[in-house]
């Protein structure tokens, strides 16, 4: 399945960073916490939509993970954080000396993801199933018979997995 993950993306990034909104500018960012690469002294150019703002408002321990490729290019926004989300984000950072993006054949990569599948949050469960679609078919059987079949009988019902 050729499209990028979560993975690829956090791994492709030139700089990711935790940010929630900045007070001196509404509706727009400031860096909390840097995760990777250098993000510069200049403010992070990126609108923070209402819900999103909302969010961060009701929830002062979450952030917004912001990745940006290129030293000269925009920022984009990957998802609002949780604990669990958080986790998932410093132990994909935690293998960018061995996984490259767009990796097919990695075991390792694929035995990190296998577990999320069926995960409560949507986003851990896309990963995981996005990362599975893509390895190789011998990876993929050999994993299946770890995969709760409820979760895999839920699967089929939605009619997005049916490739």
């Not at 912001?66 to 990957?78: E, F, H, I, K, T």
């Not at 990695?106 to 990190?112: D, T």
């Not at 990362?131 to 895999?152: G, K, W």
């Amino acid at each position: 399945m050729p499209v990028k993950t979560l993975a690829d993306r956090l791994l492709e990034a030139d700089a990711l960073v935790l940010a929630r909104e900045d007070p001196e500018r509404p509706f727009h960012y400031v860096t909390v916490e840097v995760l990777k690469g250098e993000p510069g002294n200049t403010p992070i150019d990126a609108f923070l939509p209402s819900m999103d703002r909302r969010i961060l408002a009701r929830y002062p321990q979450r952030h917004m993970l912001l990745a940006r490729v290129r030293p000269d290019g925009n920022w984009s926004a990957l998802g609002i954080t949780d604990a669990e989300y958080e986790r998932f984000v410093r132990r994909i950072l935690g293998h960018a000396d061995t996984w490259k993006p767009m990796e097919r054949n990695n075991p390792q990569r694929l035995a990190e993801f296998a577990p999320l599948l069926g995960h409560a949050d949507i986003r851990l469960h896309e990963a995981a199933y996005l990362e599975i679609a893509r390895a190789p078919y011998n990876e993929i059987r050999r994993i299946a018979t770890e995969a709760p079949i409820d979760t895999v009988r839920g699967m089929l019902d939605e009619p997005r997995y049916l490739e």
